[in-house]
């Protein structure tokens, strides 16, 4: 027998009231090991997860984790964080931005190891939210947390989370919707729920509509967090809210547990950025083993057997599930709570999947194919990468040559009324469909039928139907006038890149105040499944132009003035094959994955006009508009 295989059957302990420093009581769950339907008669190690979602969520938490482990020789506890599920603290859920994370971690690590059937060791998994308790409870350093997983979890609400390069992040305005329909303060209200659904339903008529006004969305029969909302939407600058350290555990990573961790993520989930930075800092801070996983997955798509995320199949070594995640966290849990010598400590510290490599064909599900690999680093980011300055000319170009013209430069329009839609993403802004005739939402979960606004993770950038802000003719976005595309000569060979993108623009507004998108993208020659090629998304950002120089205090634009704009884009891993091309795609919105910036310099979230704004990029020997591609040549040649 593996000791991957499942030994024990399980009991079940519901509903048990752990008391926290405060005096309110968190709901947990509690799994044992069983013999015969009587528990393991021995203290054990413990598997806790802490969730906003709902303790008794199955394909989040009672499959993967509670079955998964308890089954295996331990003992799991599931939590409903406070003011969620059946924990008290009515009122005081404010999203991830719970200033009580900290210490109900603690309270609860400590409560556990002081039970009769723990042995003192506790171990924390769980994904996205599931992964933030865990980093913030890791800066209280409980005496009895011994190991963690996190999974696609950010540090930093400011700059993954909610107001990425000063936008906000809409699929956070989703969310709330998410968190909202079953608070406990309405749980038994049907007709404050119904709001919550029909709202959630209707999340793109809500869009069009904006500026959101307080008091005016659906969420305010959630008052806390319709207050959420708000702070998200007009809090650009970054301040004593966003510096709290249930917002930001990044200034205090000093402070996190010297203990084995595990950071994994995906290159197209939005916290891709966040999971490779903890790494890093972990790796650099903590005597103790540190890991990094990043596979080609989107948010959540490490639990799924899909080979795909968004169009984009990645092959089969892109697969994991349920028992490929269960048994890579079982060795981890199992080297460190058990003491089981199973080398966990010897791997390589660094694991990515280099996505690319395939004939870009379309496949029998209908996917490019675009393949892909598991590779094992010794550190992160790789220092073997070059980083090579790339940079836009006024034809279209994209190339290592810097400009030699004294005045080149070129000028798009960006009307707040025609924004740029949002094809895909590395974020899902969740709708709820209709629901079919017969369902109960008050009965059944409604969370079965949430479907994404955009394609979630890779997709060929030309606008269909079914995406919400695009309209016929459904054309390429290459082709649309607000958006400047520079791109290379077809690759002579295989060129791998790995890392983080930077952009540099030199820049000049008729307005006050704009935004710049930056897109990178895989660019596939036309085949026979694609007669047009393919335009594959790799990693997009923003920036807000009054956020130029910092996001402390807001700097408006003079119009006419040149200003360089700089930002990051998230990492990635992509091997673009000899023939394709590396484009960038600059333009002044990208929505709905972000807010559309009205051009007119009005307080944030509060305009009560748009106008058009002429955004002009230079290329030029004083002013070089570039990006810095972290690139790795390949030994592959055309040749082969």
Known sequence: MSLCDPTYSISLQQDVMIPMRDGVLLASDIYFPSINGRRIDEPLPCILGRTSYGKTFKSLWVDPVANYFTSRGYVVVVQDLRGRGESEGVGEYFHTANPHEGEDGYDTIE??????????????????????????????????????????????????????????????????????????????????????LDGWQNLGEQLQAMPFEPGKTPLKVVPNLEETLFNYYYRGEYDKFWDMEACNQEPHFDKAADIPGVFSGGWYDPFAVAITNQYHAMSIKNTTPQRLDMGPWNHGGRRSVDTYAGDVDFGPEAAFGTEGYGSQRLRWFDRWLKDIPNGAENDPPV??????????????????????????????????????????????????????????????????????????????????????????????????????????????????????????????????????????????????????????????????????????????????????????????????????????????????????????????????????????????????????????????????????????????????????????????????
């Open 111 to 196: 409560w556990i190891a002081s039970q009769s059937w723990s042995n003192g060791r506790v171990g924390m998994t769980g994904s996205s939210h599931g992964g933030i308790v865990q980093t913030v409870a890791s800066l209280t350093k409980p005496p009895h947390l011994k190991a963690i997983w996190v999974d696609v979890a950010r540090t930093n609400i400011f700059a993954h989370e909610a107001r990425e390069g000063g936008c906000m992040s809409l699929w956070m305005f989703a969310a709330l919707f998410l968190h909202a329909h079953d608070v406990p303060e309405i749980r038994d209200k049907v007709d404050l729920r119904k709001i919550i």
């Open 351 to 640: 694991r990515i999947f280099v996505m690319g490599g395939g004939d870009g064909e379309k496949n029998k599900n209908g996917k490019l194919n675009h393949g892909g690999k598991w590779r094992d680093e010794h550190e992160w980011p790789l220092s073997r990468t070059k980083h090579v300055n790339y940079y836009l000319h006024k034809d279209g170009s994209l190339s290592t040559d810097a400009p030699c013209s004294d005045s080149d430069s070129t000028t798009y329009t960006h009307d707040p009324e025609n924004p740029v839609p949002t094809i895909s993403a590395t974020s899902a802004l969740l709708e709820l469909s209709q629901f079919p005739t017969g369902f109960d939402p008050f009965q059944e979960d409604p969370r079965e039928y949430m479907q994404s606004m955009f394609i979630h993770g890779g997709a060929h950038q030309k606008e269909v139907p079914e995406v919400f802000g695009t309209s016929e003719p459904y054309g390429l976005l290459y082709d649309r006038a607000d958006i400047l595309s520079f791109q290379t000569n077809p690759l002579p060979y295989d060129v791998e890149m790995t890392g983080e993108v930077e952009v540099a623009l030199w820049v000049t507004s008729t307005a006050v105040d704009t935004d710049f998108t930056v897109k990178i993208l895989d660019i596939y020659p036309p085949n026979t499944s694609y007669p047009e090629g393919y335009h594959l998304n790799l990693a997009d950002s923003v920036r807000r132009a009054r956020y130029r120089n910092g996001f402390l205090k807001p700097e408006m634009m003079t119009p006419g003035e040149i200003c360089e704009i700089r930002f990051e884009l998230p990492p990635v891993s992509n091997l673009f094959k000899a023939g394709h091309c590396i484009r960038i795609d600059i333009a002044s919105s990208n929505f709905p994955r972000f807010d559309v910036n009205p051009n007119t310099g009005e307080k944030m979230g509060r305009h009560k006009n748009t106008i058009k704004a002429n955004n002009t990029i230079y290329f030029c020997r004083q002013y070089p508009s570039l990006v810095v591609l972290p690139l790795i040549r390949t030994e592959v040649s055309t040749k082969n």
